[in-house]
């Protein structure tokens, strides 16, 4: 996912005694705690002084972001775009996350426009070698993730479009191309996204090798700040049981259900992998424990819409278990013999 560089402020608001100033570096501070509401009241009383500054403005887009206050985002990143159409790409970006179909594609294709336009600058740049090479690192790294995010659209919201998949292989390909050169990958998006077509067009062999590699750099990248996002993974473990690599998949899952207890969706995929890697009783655990606490106090409202699929589970977890015992009931006949 994109993330806005903390942009150097206006000078009228950094200087000595500046409210704004005092308020966006309390706000930060609240932001690396993870204290993202009071980020965000800080966030917006400097923007009631300071209204008009784009880079201020897209800074309080990004943390009502992740504090999910998608409205206020969507206002924060579009007044800062008005104001300066030319700064950073990542606004851009999120508003094609936060947008469907023909809005989302115009959103990442000006964001894309940008992150090429970012990338090219530093190739003439001067300064230290080694930070102008983190510098081109992130932008390629960007650029390859814009080119996904696009190319995911041709594959949900405008999979209908004349020359969807056309537009979605050469948009992946890039992104391949971009990341195969360096080194040390952190970015498994590129595999996952041609691996989702690849699932598309039919071709699970391409996209088995595809996904070991996704599967490869992600747990590389295992408690780094470069991890991606439980979302990204999720949807990794997805893709790894559609090619029968359930065994990776119900590892993957067990160590998302450690980062998010209150996630029946993970629940119900982990029985899933569970039962698809035939670990029936890794299967029986989890969905007991999952419809306990689907039908508790301690169940978030929204989760509970994940009831109706964790009980029509349990008739598949309950056939396994019979066709395991019918197994075992036949083998003993046969040694008896």
Do not use: H
């Not at 001067?126 to 390629?140: C, N, P």
């Not at 790894?240 to 996630?263: F, K, N």
């Not at 039908?295 to 008739?315: F, G, H, T, V």
């Amino acid at each position: 996912q994109p993330q806005c560089k903390q942009l150097a402020l206006p000078a009228s608001m950094t200087e000595p005694g500046s409210d704004v100033a005092a308020l966006v570096e309390e706000a930060r501070a609240c932001t690396e705690k993870l204290e993202r509401e009071n980020a965000i009241e800080l966030y917006r009383r400097a923007v009631q002084i300071q209204p008009s500054d784009p880079a201020l403005l897209a800074e309080f887009g990004e943390a009502a972001l992740q504090a999910g206050q998608v409205e206020d985002a969507k206002v924060a990143l579009q007044r800062s775009i008005e104001l300066s159409p030319d700064g950073t790409a990542s606004r851009y970006m999120y508003l094609g996350q936060l947008a469907e179909g023909e809005k989302a594609l115009g959103w990442f294709q000006q964001g894309i426009q940008r992150l090429r336009s970012e990338r090219a600058a530093l190739e003439g740049a001067g300064g230290s070698k080694d930070d102008l090479r983190r510098e081109w690192l992130a932008a390629t790294n960007a650029l390859a993730a814009g080119l996904c995010a696009e190319a995911e659209i041709y594959l949900t919201d405008a999979c209908d479009e004349d020359d969807a998949e056309m537009k979605c292989e050469a948009l992946a390909t890039e992104a391949l191309l971009l990341v195969s050169g360096i080194d040390k990958q952190t970015l498994p998006e590129p595999y996952q996204t041609m691996a989702s077509l690849r699932l598309s067009q039919q071709r699970p062999e391409d996209a088995e090798a595809l996904l070991a590699k996704a599967l490869s750099i992600t747990e590389s990248l295992e408690g780094s700040a470069q991890q991606p996002s439980l979302e990204m993974r999720t949807a990794l473990s997805k893709l790894l049981m559609e090619v029968g690599m359930s065994a990776e998949a119900l590892d993957l899952l067990q160590e998302l259900r450690l980062e998010d207890d209150e996630s029946l969706e993970l629940w119900y995929l982990v029985v899933c992998a569970a039962l698809q890697s035939g670990e029936l009783e890794i299967a029986q655990a989890e969905l007991e424990q999952a419809l306990q606490f689907a039908q508790s106090d301690a169940c978030p409202a929204d989760e509970r819409e994940w009831l109706p699929q964790l009980m029509e589970l349990q008739s598949d977890v309950d056939g396994a278990s019979r066709d395991q015992l019918a197994d075992g009931e036949a083998d003993e006949m046969d040694s008896s013999r």
